[in-house]
């Protein structure tokens, strides 16, 4: 089960403050070049800390990073790209060793990123994307959880029925999770419906608010045999809305693994799967690879990707 941490924000102010005590960092030069490995500063940025498994191994990140005596800031700007520029920019701007990047997509974030490589100071990705000005990105691999959620919901709808797509394209592991389903469903011979783009903060409300729509225009019982979701939150808003409706024919199936997904899966309702992502392995792996990097060894690829597993009604006992 997906461990949940509460979450402690250090903000980039303050990151700021403990630099100029310190005399500020060293550039990101590796290890050889300057600095105790021990005594770096990691600037986290994400536009999506109001996600669960976001707030997880940002969490799980920070722990990695205390371990190894590192001091960690974390800025969040609740979907706001041009905002999370500024956040890049001002950890430039302080001298930080290392920039994590929480999610997101890179190429909106272009001027921050190019004013980071300008630096030295390196950036590494956390379930972002392979991209010009990021180091290493780690992430699950998410073409495989893409079609291994659209296969379970096939299978929960009996091979037929049209199915809705809820995705976010500015996440670029959501946005390769939904084309793996799309693909997944069209090879199967399965009416995609319809695709909607659900927004960041609120995914839970709007998803819910898109499904109620949804269940309007198409009351009548198989007019929608599924809802597949990018991740888990807007999966629990579709559920909400079934319910609500009194349309249990429908399937909806999720990405994450999350707490809040596993117990409405074992209720035993419309919600019937969700697929794990190794949160923890993927903190982790960051962690050493930054570590690498100030000891001077720089990764061996720009991406790593971790394998996910699929969490069903068993797995909620």
Known sequence: MTRFLRYRT?????????????GGGSGGSPEGE???????????????????????VIELFEERATERDWTVGVT?????????????????????????????EPEQMTAGLNAAEAAGIPVFAIDAAAAPGVLVNVTSDNEALGRMSAED??????????VVLFTHDPHPGVRARAAAAAETFEAAGIEILDKRHIEVPGPVD????????????????????GIWAGWDEPALGATQAIEAADRGEIAVVGIDGTDFALEEIGKGGPFK??????????????????????????PEQDQYTLPGKLLTADDAE
Do not use: K
Request: proline share 3%.
């Open 34 to 56: 300057g600095g105790d490995a021990g005594d770096r500063t990691i600037a986290v940025v994400t536009p999506y800390m109001a996600n669960d498994t976001t707030r997880l």
């Open 76 to 104: 969040d700007t609740a979907g706001d790209f041009d905002r999370l520029v500024g956040a890049i920019q001002d950890a430039v701007s302080s001298e930080v060793d290392a920039i994590v990047l929480g999610m997101g």
């Open 153 to 162: 919901l096939i299978e929960h709808i009996g091979g037929e029925g049209p």
């Open 273 to 298: 799967s969700t697929v794990a992502q190794d949160w923890e392995g993927i903190a982790a792996l960051t962690a050493e690879l930054i570590e690498n990097y100030f000891d001077g060894e720089e």
């Open 206 to 225: 709007n998803a819910r608010t898109l499904t109620q729509d949804l269940l309007v225009s198409h009351s009548e019982p198989g007019s929608i045999a």
């Open 10 to 22: 250090a903000p980039l102010m303050v990151l700021l403050l403990v630099l100029a005590a310190c």
